[in-house]
């Protein structure tokens, strides 16, 4: 796929790992903006060692990043999806820099940890590249609606909100190889949002893993996860996160529950790309309303514009918002099961961003 934009040059989506999130995810929204004229069509290059056969008409495989870079028109015109496991990245990035690449989509988590991220960011800032982070709930349609309804005062003051993300995964639980914790697999989305809806600084109150238990077999940390959290720094507004990820529930949620001084909205967010529609209703006040939802689309569609030139990059993929969502996470995870409280968390204050709670 070449996408084209009057008297720019055009830019080139390369998918680097080409397994569940890099064919299903990345190059289905490619896909779909290509259908609706938002993206002209075209094939994507795609660079994973182990896709090279069997790939749909319009993914061009090549076997390595510096055939992928030599491929474009020029080497900043290539947008490259990191979709491959996470331990890759650092290295990937590295080359592909070295090459000349200066444009990058990566998949969540940046890196294992804070610290890597923080290497991983500053390696693409060093080289002048620009790099946006998965931000998949600040891009939701969902989430545009309910801060239209925050700013316009709906359900008065913010003083608390709630997410849970539910799902049985039991059968990938127990032979999944790139998680340990259940604070890896959701949570790292319900925080992102969370600190997308309610800001920074945010402090981590408590937080607790659990395992995943069968009859005959048990995964330690694997089963969920919950992390409590308080924004605002000393003296600031206070609003509490409660953010829970069951995976072994029976059914498939993502809710979101925010509490006002004057009311309440719940929303659901899409349970998978293949029906994507949310709902939302302002409690005692309207019936629900159902949304058309995809975010990940419009995720990859504003970083394009963005990268043309032709928008701001797209919320929620402030790196320092990322950067604030992991530490989070690290504490979390350091912290082990049934924590107290434990850690606070300030994005720096150019890019701090007080969130609509
Ligand atoms: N699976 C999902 O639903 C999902 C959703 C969102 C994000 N993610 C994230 O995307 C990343 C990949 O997950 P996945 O589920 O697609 O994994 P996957 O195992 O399905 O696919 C990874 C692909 O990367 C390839 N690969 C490995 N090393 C590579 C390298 N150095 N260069 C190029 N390709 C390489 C592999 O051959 C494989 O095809 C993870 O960080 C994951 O957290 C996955």
């Given at each position: 796929?070449?996408v084209r934009h009057?008297?720019?040059p055009?830019l080139?989506?390369?998918?680097?790992g080409?397994?569940?999130?890099?064919?299903?995810l990345h190059?289905?929204s490619?896909?779909?903006?290509?259908e609706?004229g938002?993206?002209?069509?075209?094939?994507?290059?795609?660079?994973?060692?182990?896709?090279?056969?069997?790939?749909?008409?319009?993914?061009?495989?090549?076997?390595?990043?510096a055939?992928a870079v030599?491929?474009?028109?020029?080497?900043?015109?290539?947008?490259?999806?990191?979709?491959m496991?996470?331990?890759q990245?650092?290295?990937t990035?590295?080359e592909?820099?070295a090459?000349?690449a200066?444009?990058?989509?990566?998949?969540?988590?940046?890196?294992r940890?804070?610290?890597?991220a923080?290497?991983l960011l500053?390696?693409a800032?060093?080289?002048?590249?620009?790099?946006?982070?998965?931000s998949?709930?600040?891009?939701?349609?969902?989430?545009?609606?309910?801060?239209?309804?925050?700013r316009?005062?709906?359900?008065?003051?913010p003083r608390?909100?709630?997410?849970?993300q539910h799902?049985?995964?039991?059968?990938?639980?127990?032979?999944d190889?790139?998680?340990?914790?259940?604070l890896?697999?959701?949570?790292?989305?319900?925080v992102l949002?969370?600190?997308?809806?309610?800001?920074?600084?945010?402090?981590?109150?408590?937080?607790d893993?659990w395992?995943?238990?069968?009859?005959d077999?048990?995964r330690?940390?694997l089963?969920?996860?919950?992390?409590?959290?308080?924004?605002?720094?000393?003296g600031?507004e206070g609003?509490?996160?409660?953010?829970v990820s069951d995976?072994?529930?029976p059914?498939?949620m993502?809710?979101?529950r925010?509490t006002?001084?004057?009311?309440?909205?719940?929303?659901?967010?899409?349970t998978?790309?293949?029906?994507?529609?949310?709902?939302?209703?302002?409690?005692?006040?309207?019936?629900r309303r159902?949304i058309?939802d995809?975010?990940?689309?419009?995720?990859?569609?504003?970083a394009?514009?963005?990268?043309?030139g032709?928008?701001?990059?797209?919320?929620?993929t402030?790196?320092?918002?990322?950067?604030?969502?992991?530490?989070?996470?690290?504490a979390?995870?350091?912290?082990?099961?049934?924590a107290?409280?434990?850690?606070?968390?300030?994005?720096?204050?150019?890019?701090?961003?007080?969130?609509?709670c």
């Amino acid at each position: 796929m070449t996408v084209r934009h009057p008297g720019r040059p055009p830019l080139v989506p390369v998918i680097v790992g080409y397994g569940r999130a890099g064919r299903d995810l990345h190059h289905h929204s490619l896909r779909t903006l290509a259908e609706k004229g938002a993206l002209p069509t075209g094939q994507v290059l795609v660079v994973d060692p182990a896709r090279r056969d069997g790939l749909p008409h319009d993914a061009r495989w090549v076997p390595d990043l510096a055939t992928a870079v030599a491929a474009l028109p020029e080497p900043d015109r290539g947008v490259f999806h990191l979709t491959m496991p996470v331990d890759q990245r650092l290295q990937t990035l590295r080359e592909l820099l070295a090459a000349g690449a200066r444009r990058f989509i990566v998949e969540k988590p940046l890196a294992r940890s804070a610290a890597q991220a923080r290497q991983l960011l500053a390696l693409a800032d060093s080289a002048g590249a620009e790099l946006i982070p998965m931000s998949v709930w600040p891009s939701s349609a969902v989430t545009k609606e309910l801060v239209g309804l925050l700013r316009a005062g709906r359900v008065g003051r913010p003083r608390s909100l709630r997410i849970e993300q539910h799902k049985p995964r039991f059968r990938r639980g127990l032979d999944d190889a790139a998680h340990s914790s259940a604070l890896q697999i959701e949570m790292p989305h319900q925080v992102l949002l969370a600190l997308h809806l309610c800001g920074t600084p945010c402090r981590l109150s408590a937080s607790d893993v659990w395992p995943l238990t069968l009859p005959d077999v048990r995964r330690p940390a694997l089963g969920g996860a919950r992390i409590d959290l308080v924004h605002g720094g000393p003296g600031g507004e206070g609003v509490t996160s409660t953010l829970v990820s069951d995976l072994t529930s029976p059914v498939r949620m993502r809710r979101l529950r925010l509490t006002g001084t004057e009311g309440e909205i719940v929303a659901h967010y899409p349970t998978g790309g293949d029906d994507p529609y949310g709902q939302l209703r302002v409690m005692g006040q309207e019936s629900r309303r159902v949304i058309p939802d995809a975010p990940l689309t419009r995720l990859i569609e504003d970083a394009y514009r963005s990268y043309l030139g032709d928008g701001p990059r797209p919320p929620g993929t402030d790196p320092a918002l990322h950067l604030a969502a992991m530490d989070l996470l690290d504490a979390a995870g350091a912290a082990g099961p049934k924590a107290g409280a434990v850690m606070e968390t300030t994005v720096p204050h150019r890019s701090r961003k007080t969130g609509s709670c």
